[in-house]
């Protein structure tokens, strides 16, 4: 009998502790997003800043969308189960996302890959950066310069979302 009693406290302890560490992370992940926007309104006031709701199932994710003018910015941070699984996901990005840039200075790791997405680990969180112009161009110039300052921008936004978790996270 008392096996039976301690076999279903420790379940119970385990199914609190699973509660507890899920809520952290969805808590952490809200704080971070906060901090995120607060901190790129008093960067780039001019800048209109919109939640997107991500997919059904996506698990713990949050989506940014800043946009002037033709631009526009999307940030996404995904909570993960630990550090470990965060840094697992950057690797696998580097490997299949073609990394052609590291970016150090971006949290614990960061990169720049494919068209000019930036992405980097904090702790447990991965954070990707990604810019458009929104406005069509036919000009083959052109449209090298457009992918020119989209790969800057990401940067440039990058470097906020950095800044505004530096020391908290």
Known sequence: MNIRKSA???LIILCAAQIFTYAQNGSDLTTLGDRVVSYIESQKPDWKYESVQPTSGS?????QQWTLDNRSVRIAIVSH???QDAAAAISRLAREGQA???QPGLGDE???WGRGVVSFRKRNFTIDISAANTEPVLDLSEAAKNTADERKLAKEFAQLVSSSIKDKF
Do not use: P, Y
Request: proline share 0%; aromatic share 0%.
């Open 110 to 112: 960061g990169m720049v």
């Open 81 to 83: 189960k630990s550090t």
């Open 59 to 63: 698990g713990d994710v949050l989506i």
């Open 100 to 102: 052609n840039e590291a």
């Open 8 to 10: 279903i406290m420790l």
